[in-house]
């Protein structure tokens, strides 16, 4: 058996195990593959994503075209109720959150602020990404990093927060892709009205084409996503182009464009609190469309040069997703004709109903089937991301019994299929809540932003404030500016999780309607989550379990072996007791 020479001490990886621990294997590994073996784990992934495709998949997740449209359609009683109208339509998203709440300086000043500090928060993950480069993500870093005796819980937190952002992506993107479609056959025919079941069959639909293609080798899924991530960007430029060149403002006697002084100061009515107060909540525009920038993280594992490739990507998704994402928001405030009209449209799609303010039926149309095929890529993104969380969570038994199922890596493909597979029907399930009407479907994905912020920012905050030495930084990181730029980051989100879960409405105004239940569907996973952890999971779960062989350095005859992932393809002998982060037993010593 070749035996790996050099001690943790000796590698740029912050990792479960202790500075004299040497992880042992059976043939020769490379450069990526020990840095993986140096984390607790055996490779089982062919590395098949390159920079370009891990931000092609991140990247995809964003999609800047469907994340400005598709989720307009989820939560309708984000905006103030107007008085004026008995129907109201659904609307939320980075459209009807960040224009319903303050308007085109929302979009404009809102965006440009809002993605300086999330750029703070892509920097700070990046940085822990080169330093614990496996598809575990944020929830290694936090059983890692946190101080002694709290690595199960803050793992514990932190898993289940992104697992809630993840198993919710898919389906919430696919639901709004759904009634894109249906809103432009209404177009097309307006006696046409979509039926709840008509939505809920074709999100379910498209879901089943997704989870076929996310279950297919490595090397295929990047290039798909390679050439969906390649059409997203291309889409995103046409749509820039046209709807400026094309737009119809002048034929309906206004200004070609809007005057700068209305886009960047005239704020529009859309909650109870004052204009600084809605300026934050139209945050949650940027915060929700930029939540996919993790996705490298979570495909570390089959990336080649991981931890130098993968937080590029992290950074480069973040800050050419928020770039171009304000670009677009600047288009549609400088075109927009009538806010309210948008947002209250029959057609109950507000992105549809705001370019046939501006734009030819026919372009309109092509503009809606270009977001539509994006959508397509985003929310297959989506699914892969988080296959390989469920993966990582489940080879730490995460989910218990149905871990043994979910942690099975697929022979032939050697991709996390059964965890693919698992994720459908949660995602399928979830949308069922479509017959319980608008706020029953929209309270469950207005989740996203809360949950995907309380996951990122947990390590985050551990390593600036409470890790001190203990964090030894990979190949890609900040140098001296790392603590600020992580501060900022944890001060950011410490303000805007609060503010996320804030009504548009106060006093008389608020009922069930117009509240604001992400508190509520956020809060009431989490709160189980805690009581689980109280009653049963604090006295078995562990944290990271190492599933590969290591010994102490200069004692040969003393191997400790890892935990065994029944199924695995590994070679990798069989595993006993598993290991937790704060110094519970590895193994059994052979």
């Known amino acids: 058996m070749a035996e790996r020479k050099k001690s943790m001490a000796e590698d740029q990886v912050t990792s479960v195990f202790t500075a004299g621990d040497v992880p042992v294997y059976e043939r020769e590994y490379t450069a990526d593959e020990e840095v993986l073996a140096a984390l607790g784990y055996k490779p089982e992934f062919k590395r098949e994503f390159s920079l370009w495709t891990s931000f092609c998949v991140s990247f995809a997740v964003l999609g800047l075209l469907p994340s400005f449209a598709s989720t307009l359609y989820y939560v309708s009683t984000c905006k103030k109720p107007d008085p004026r109208r008995e129907r109201r339509n659904k609307t939320d998203g980075s459209f009807g959150q960040g224009m319903g709440y303050a308007g085109?300086?929302?979009?404009?000043?809102?965006?440009l602020i809002a993605m300086i500090f999330i750029q703070c928060v892509a920097m700070s993950m990046a940085e822990l990404c080169s330093a614990m480069p496996t598809s575990g993500g944020l929830y290694y870093a936090a059983a890692v990093l946190a101080p002694p005796g709290w690595g199960p819980l803050a793992a514990w937190i932190t898993g289940w927060s992104n697992w809630l952002v993840q198993i919710t992506g898919a389906p919430s993107v696919d639901y709004g892709?759904?009634?894109?479609?249906?809103?432009?056959a209404s177009i097309t025919n307006p006696a046409f009205v979509p039926q709840n079941y008509q939505v809920f069959l074709l999100t379910m639909f498209i879901m089943v084409i997704q989870s076929f293609i996310s279950s297919m080798p490595t090397k295929w899924i990047a290039n798909f996503n390679s050439v969906g991530s390649?059409?997203?960007?291309?889409?995103?430029?046409?749509?820039?182009?046209?709807i400026p060149a094309a737009n119809t403002r002048a034929d309906q006697g206004m200004p070609k464009f809007k005057p700068a002084n209305e886009v960047w100061g005239n704020f529009y009515d859309g909650t109870s609190f004052p204009n600084g107060m809605a300026m934050l909540m139209s945050f949650v525009a940027v915060i929700w469309t930029m939540s996919g920038y993790d996705a490298p993280f979570h495909l570390s594992e089959e990336c080649s040069n991981a931890n130098i490739a993968s937080p590029r990507a992290i950074v480069l998704t973040s800050g050419v997703g928020g770039l171009f994402g304000w670009f677009l928001q600047l288009v549609v405030a400088y075109t927009v004709v009538d806010i309210d009209a948008a947002l209250e449209s029959d057609l109950g799609q507000p992105y549809a109903a705001y370019l046939l303010q501006v734009l030819?039926?026919?372009?309109?149309?092509?503009?809606?089937?270009?977001?539509?095929?994006?959508?397509?890529?985003m929310g297959q993104g989506c699914m892969v991301a988080a296959s390989r969380v469920t993966f990582a969570y489940s080879r730490d038994d995460c989910f218990g019994p149905l871990s043994t199922i979910t942690k099975r890596v697929n022979r032939y493909t050697h991709t996390p299929v059964n965890a693919v597979w698992f994720n459908t029907l949660i995602g399928i399930a979830m949308t069922v809540l479509i017959f319980g009407g608008e706020l029953a479907a929209g309270a469950l994905f207005s989740i996203g932003a809360v949950a995907a912020f309380v996951a990122f920012t947990i390590p985050i905050f551990i390593r600036v404030f409470l890790v001190g030495d203990r964090f030894r930084p990979g190949p890609w990181h900040l140098g001296r500016a790392s603590k600020p730029i992580g501060a900022a980051a944890c001060a950011f989100v410490l303000l805007m999780v609060p503010v996320l879960m804030l009504?548009?409405?106060?006093?008389?105004?608020?009922?069930?309607?117009?509240?604001?239940?992400?508190?509520?569907?956020?809060?009431?996973p989490m709160v189980f989550v805690l009581v689980w952890w109280v009653v049963s999971a604090r006295k078995w779960f562990k944290g990271p379990k190492v599933n590969i062989e290591h010994q102490m350095l200069g004692r040969s005859e003393t191997a400790i072996e890892g935990v065994g992932d029944e199924g695995s393809s590994s070679s990798v002998s069989s595993m006993k007791d598993g290991k937790g982060v704060d110094g519970d037993k590895v193994g059994k010593m052979a």
């Open 503 to 524: 009504p548009s409405v106060t006093g008389s105004e608020l009922d069930a309607r117009a509240m604001n239940w992400t508190c509520l569907v956020y809060g009431g």
């Open 177 to 184: 892709m759904a009634s894109m479609i249906l809103a432009a």
């Open 230 to 242: 390649t059409f997203n960007i291309i889409a995103l430029f046409i749509v820039l182009i046209m």
């Open 360 to 377: 030819p039926q026919n372009v309109t149309l092509a503009i809606l089937a270009l977001t539509i095929m994006c959508a397509f890529s």
């Open 104 to 111: 085109t300086p929302g979009m404009t000043w809102g965006w």
